[in-house]
């Protein structure tokens, strides 16, 4: 996996502060950027440039910062963010102002109904895991109001249609029943203990006022952590 990442702040001061903060990314990934491929651009640049619009679009992976996380809402996007979402087919890892600081990125886990979960989204996360030598899990949420997996069914589905497919080893299912989800958050976060929550968008329309939300990003808000996007046109 190419490490052309690109960081988008919105001032000189942030601008600082997320040089300063590289270990965000693995020491495999942060150690080796240096000036020249680790390009930082302002929003006020990047939204008045179609060409530095172009350029972030060019990459295998564009890492923005965000406002922190809504209480109720999850996240906030802009008019920058919702376009980069909405035309970029890389992934996408948003770092909201209130994450804490990692001490290492150990696990990395898709929240998705695995019954509509595509092999080559889990492909590309097992790219990315394998990249910052993180494990992956599939974490099984029914959020599309058909009723919970049953676990047994679900491991089944998991063996026959994602085992030894994805392209690590350390990859595994954990099967979550969506009121456990809806009332304990919390718990379901210290279970899963994800370092990178991430989500497959299938909205290609996103604009300004939306916001990015279901568990992934209910998980990271509670964990405070980083949220990966993918987009479902990718």
Excluded at 69 to 74: Q, S, V, Y
Excluded at 129 to 157: F, M, R, W
């Amino acid at each position: 996996m190419s490490k052309s990442v690109v960081v988008n702040t919105r001032t000189p001061l942030e601008f600082d502060e997320m040089l300063s903060r590289k270990h965000l990314l693995p020491e495999s990934l942060s150690n080796s950027f240096g000036e020249d491929d680790f390009p930082v651009f302002s929003i006020d640049e990047v939204a008045h440039s179609e060409s530095l619009l172009r350029e972030i679009l060019d990459t295998e992976m564009v890492v923005m910062s965000c406002d922190a996380f809504d209480k109720e809402k999850g996240v906030k996007l802009n008019g920058l963010l919702a376009k980069v979402i909405n035309q970029t087919k890389c992934p996408i890892l948003l770092i909201p102002e209130n994450v804490k600081d990692p001490e290492g990125i150990q696990k990395l886990v898709l929240n998705s109904d695995i019954r509509f979960t595509e092999l080559r989204f889990l492909r590309t996360l097992g790219r990315i895991s394998d990249c910052l030598k993180s494990s992956l899990t599939l974490a099984h949420v029914s959020e599309s109001g058909i009723p919970d997996l049953n676990v047994t069914y679900g491991q089944s589905l998991f063996k026959d249609s994602f085992e030894g497919k994805v392209g690590i080893s350390n990859f595994n299912l954990e099967v979550l029943k969506r009121l456990d989800v809806q009332k304990y958050p919390d718990l379901i976060h210290d279970y899963l203990m994800g370092d990178i929550y991430a989500l497959v968008n299938k909205n290609p329309r996103l604009n300004e006022t939306d916001f990015l939300n279901g568990s992934a990003v209910r998980f990271a808000r509670k964990g405070k952590k980083p949220v990966l996007v993918i987009n479902s046109a990718c």
